[in-house]
């Protein structure tokens, strides 16, 4: 059996690696990392009933700067949405500065224990995450709460995608650039010396 093969013509060829040097560039470009390497940022919500909680309604914020597969504390939490009903000023709250427990655990990417409890400066806004299984964001101006007592089961957790930073897209590029730049001019060669 004979085997036929393709010739490209020169031009084709070389235009072919560039596509082909660019499409795995674009590739890794789009492929998730398996592992941060960098602080980790996620997102919490708790829902709450009456009865327990005084309020009916859900809890929701961010965590950050926590570090996959170790257990540590948070840099910072920030409550952004709740029920208008507890009273307290607009979100976000950011004004936890007395912090009893704070500690989280995170393996492969997913918060798997938690403990957070703190309280702002005069002890008015109150928020826990499972301390004693209690996820509850209380105020004491009005003795007002929302929550339940259901755990680490009782939150969900889930990691916010970090956005490619423009550094690396930028060293990306420039190094497709750099490459497609040096084909053309090994084509331009070879047809020059063919001349």
């Given at each position: 059996?004979?085997?036929?093969?393709?010739?490209?013509?020169?031009?084709?060829?070389?235009?072919?690696?560039?596509?082909?040097?660019?499409?795995?560039?674009?590739?890794?470009?789009m492929?998730?990392?398996?592992?941060?390497?960098?602080?980790?940022?996620?997102?919490?919500?708790?829902?709450?009933?009456?009865?327990?909680?005084?309020?009916?309604?859900t809890?929701?914020?961010?965590?950050?700067?926590?570090?996959?597969?170790?257990?540590?504390?948070a840099?910072?939490?920030?409550?952004?949405?709740?029920?208008?009903?507890?009273?307290?000023?607009?979100?976000?709250?950011?004004?936890?500065?007395?912090?009893?427990?704070?500690?989280?655990?995170?393996?492969?990417?997913?918060?798997?224990?938690?403990?957070?409890?703190?309280?702002?400066?005069?002890?008015?806004?109150?928020l826990?995450?499972?301390?004693?299984?209690?996820?509850?964001?209380?105020?004491?101006?009005?003795?007002?709460?929302?929550?339940?007592e259901?755990?680490?089961a009782?939150?969900?957790?889930?990691?916010?995608?970090?956005?490619?930073?423009?550094?690396?897209?930028?060293?990306?590029a420039?190094?497709l650039?750099?490459?497609?730049?040096?084909?053309?001019?090994?084509?331009?060669?070879?047809?020059?010396?063919?001349?």
């Amino acid at each position: 059996m004979t085997r036929h093969h393709r010739h490209f013509p020169e031009g084709a060829s070389a235009m072919m690696r560039i596509m082909t040097i660019l499409g795995a560039g674009l590739i890794g470009l789009m492929h998730p990392t398996a592992s941060h390497a960098g602080p980790l940022d996620f997102m919490f919500s708790f829902t709450g009933t009456v009865p327990p909680s005084s309020v009916a309604g859900t809890v929701s914020g961010e965590i950050f700067g926590l570090t996959d597969n170790a257990t540590g504390p948070a840099s910072n939490v920030v409550v952004d949405g709740y029920p208008a009903e507890l009273g307290l000023p607009s979100p976000p709250l950011t004004i936890f500065s007395f912090i009893s427990e704070n500690s989280f655990t995170v393996s492969n990417n997913q918060i798997t224990a938690a403990d957070y409890s703190a309280s702002d400066s005069s002890d008015i806004i109150q928020l826990n995450l499972n301390v004693s299984s209690h996820n509850v964001l209380a105020t004491s101006t009005n003795g007002l709460l929302i929550g339940n007592e259901n755990g680490f089961a009782g939150a969900t957790y889930s990691l916010v995608q970090p956005i490619p930073e423009p550094s690396s897209v930028t060293l990306l590029a420039t190094g497709l650039l750099f490459a497609a730049l040096w084909l053309l001019r090994r084509r331009l060669r070879r047809r020059a010396a063919s001349a």
